[in-house]
Structures are given as C-alpha cells and as structure tokens.
C-alpha cells in the first residue's frame, strides 16, 4: 500500500468538485507545495512556514489516507503539469471595514509611555515548535500586557526607547524589537527563524472575542534605514493574529463515519520581506509587505514598500469570518483609500478572534542581530463592545481590590515592626 501511494499521489482541491479527478502531485510537486517562493527557503529554515506548513502538511496527509481508505484505483490518475496559481482577488469585499471603528479596549494595547515600563526575559525560552521544549516560567511584561508565546521565545531585546523619528501626535516612545538567538537556546543553526511577542488578550479579557463583535487591530512600526537591516532577502517582520474556526475532527475508530467539531487555531497577517541592493540587479534596496494567506494558505505580495520609515497596519475581522487587511506610508489613521484585500486565509471562516502578536526574524548563527524594528500604539478595537466593557470593568475592580489589600497589608506589617521595635526599647 505505502509503495502504491507513493507512486501515486492525489490531493483533492478544497473547492474542486468531487466529481472530477485531480492530476496527481509528483514526489517534486509535493516539495514544492511546501516551499514558500517568497522567502526562498524550505519550512524547515523558513519562519513562514511554521504554521502554513503544519496545516499543507495536514491537508496533504488526509487527503492521502482517504485515498488508502476508498480505494486508490478506482480514480484515474494523470500526468500534467501542474497550472499556474492565480494571483488573489484584490476587489473589496463587501463586509470589509476599516481597522480602528468601535470602541478602543486599552486594557490590552500599549503605548510604551508608561514609567519603568520592562520585560522580564525569564531566560532560557521555549523552542517546543523546535524540540517540544516549553520552559517555565515564560517571560512577561511588568505591566502584563505582553508574553512570550510557547513555540518560540521572545525577541532578545525589547526595550522602550525615544521614537527614532517624529511619529503619533504626543507620542515619544516606542518599543525596540529585535533579536539574535531565534532558535534552540544553545545552538545556532544559520537558518532563519523568529521570535514572537505576543499580546495578552486572551488571560486580560477571559478568552477570545467573537468576530460577530467586529474586533480589529492598528499598529505603526518604524521601518529602519536601509543600512540599518540585516542584509538578506526574505521576511524580517511580522505583525499577526490569532484566530478559530470550527472543523470537523477526526474519526472515533478507523471506519467510524462519526464526526466531531473541534477548534482549529490559525494565524492570519501580514509580512515585511527586505531586498537588498544588488538583489536580481537592483541598485536599490527595498521592501515589500505580503498577506498571509489566500484559501490555499499561500502568502502573496500585497504592496511595495517605496519609502521606509512610520507605516501603519491593520487587520479587521467581520462577522462572516472574513480577514481584511489595510496598510499605509504614515502614522495617520486607516482610512478605506488603504484597503489591500480580503480573504479566507486557508479557506477557514474565522469564528473567534483571540489576540495579535509580533515576529521578528533573523539568521540563527548567534551572532547576527535582526533589523531593529519599532512599534508604537499597538490597540485592539470592538464594534461591539458592551461584552468586553463589562468584562474589562470587572478586571479593573478586582485589581483596585488586590492593590488595596496588599496596601493593607503593608501597613499592617510596618505597624507590627514598629511596634515591636518600641517594646525592645
């Protein structure tokens, strides 16, 4: 059987009719489709890959044990060469909104104007997306709002500094992001791989936010000077969401035809990939953002970055499980002029919006820095917001209680201290 499907590999289009055979994927195909063409690197060395491959990977796999299952032969199978992808559809969706409408929740943004604002590394951190290592304690922020993810650590280096140049009106900090050691703590790998910082919606706001609510997200990142970024093609910045749908499970038993719901987490955003001077003859470095992804759950190329400096992006999420993305030269607000697309990122229908995080990337050889990025105002946004109101006002009246406790507390043990000091005198 093993030998017969892998002579013979047939992965079924999602939205192909069943009627219709599809041409069989060869041994250098199937590579292929899990190669990403923007970032020219395989998903074992490529950020970009980590959960697009893991879900192509998934797919390809189902798709080969329902073959086994009902019977290889009974298809057809044909050789042709495989059709060109069509690029993604940029007409504007009619759910779409612009990122920033509803109610701002500042309990989960941030706008690194906070006095001894820190982040408290907590070395050494996970790498369980590398060696299913998840180490305890994870790092955080002082002020809570911000945590290192399990699959990778956080960026080396996060450190509130004076804006690099002028940016939001009143604003005079930012957040540096950077990092050098983005792989197995202890061990390079002169791959390129990324670390995330990611936002703590889902512990500060009690779980996740239905799109029926319409949440989005807006942040402005510094794009360095040319000179400044680590000199190589491929992705250096992420700015990214987590998002749930519903799929259906797997089987109870090997031919049960039972079925079960479950969660299925995906990470929708969008990438800022760098092209150096000399790059295919360029005499010029530039830059370009890409959207993650089309239903197939490839990235493609969404705007050129002509100019580097303050951009502002977004991503809003509308109640029909759409994703739509806007960006902009700036640090003004989104307006629709900065429509770029929407889509269905792997052909799922988002359900619930859980929190937005970062990525930066670099080559892992422990001794390249990644481009140092600046972000500044990161803020979640609710259409519909009375839900989260209630639930933020209740967060804010325990921890008015919990501060006035410990308060209490205090002064009871100085009380205690000073009275025991004047009965030793």
Not at 113 to 140: F, I, L, N, T
Not at 172 to 185: C, K
Not at 390 to 397: M, Q, T
């Amino acid at each position: 059987m093993l030998a017969m499907l892998a002579s013979r590999y047939v992965i079924f289009a999602k939205d192909a009719p069943r009627s219709l055979p599809i041409p069989a994927v060869r041994p250098k195909l199937l590579r292929a489709l899990l190669f990403d063409p923007h970032s020219g690197c395989a998903p074992a060395q490529n950020p970009l890959g980590d959960d697009m491959s893991r879900l192509v990977r998934r797919r390809i796999a189902a798709g080969l044990c329902t073959f086994a299952l009902f019977g290889a032969n009974a298809l057809p199978v044909r050789s042709a060469p495989p059709q060109q992808q069509a690029k993604p559809a940029m007409q504007r969706s009619a759910t779409a909104f612009v990122p920033g409408n509803g109610a701002c929740i500042n309990f989960v943004g941030d706008d690194f104007e906070e006095a001894g604002w820190s982040y408290d590394h907590r070395h050494p951190k996970s790498s369980r997306e590398q060696d299913e290592q998840v180490r305890y304690p994870m790092g955080k922020s002082l002020n809570d709002k911000w945590h290192e993810g399990p699959e990778r650590g956080q960026p080396d280096q996060l450190q509130v500094i004076k804006l690099p140049e002028p940016g939001l009106e009143g604003s005079e900090h930012g957040l540096l992001m950077r990092t050098r050691n983005s792989y197995i703590p202890g061990r390079n790998i002169r791959e390129v791989h990324q670390d995330d910082l990611i936002a703590n919606c889902v512990s500060r706001l009690s779980g996740g936010i239905p799109v029926s609510e319409r949440p989005s997200v807006v942040t402005r990142v510094y794009l360095p000077p040319a000179e400044q970024w680590e000199q190589r093609s491929g992705p250096h910045f992420g700015y990214r969401s987590s998002v749930s749908t519903m799929t259906v499970g797997k089987t109870k038993g090997l031919f049960s035809l039972s079925r079960e719901n479950e969660v299925e987490p995906y990470w929708p955003g969008m990438w800022i990939h760098f092209r150096p001077a000399g790059t295919r003859g360029a005499k010029e470095a530039s830059a370009y953002l890409t959207v993650r992804s089309n239903r197939l759950g490839h990235d493609f190329p969404a705007k050129e970055i002509t100019e580097f400096g303050w951009w502002t992006l977004g991503m809003s999420f509308s109640p029909d499980g759409m994703v739509h993305y806007y960006a902009k030269q700036g640090v003004e607000d989104l307006t629709e002029a900065d429509y770029l697309t929407s889509q269905f990122p792997y052909g799922y229908q988002a359900k619930q919006f859980r929190t937005y995080f970062f990525d930066v990337c670099n080559r892992s050889d422990g001794q390249t820095w990644s481009t140092p990025f600046v972000i500044d105002d990161p803020k979640l946004y609710v259409g519909s917001p009375g839900r989260i109101n209630a639930i933020v006002a209740n967060k804010e009246r325990q921890a008015e209680q919990m501060a006035a406790r410990r308060a209490a507390a205090q002064e009871r043990a100085a009380m205690q201290k000073s009275s025991r000091s004047t009965q030793k005198r």
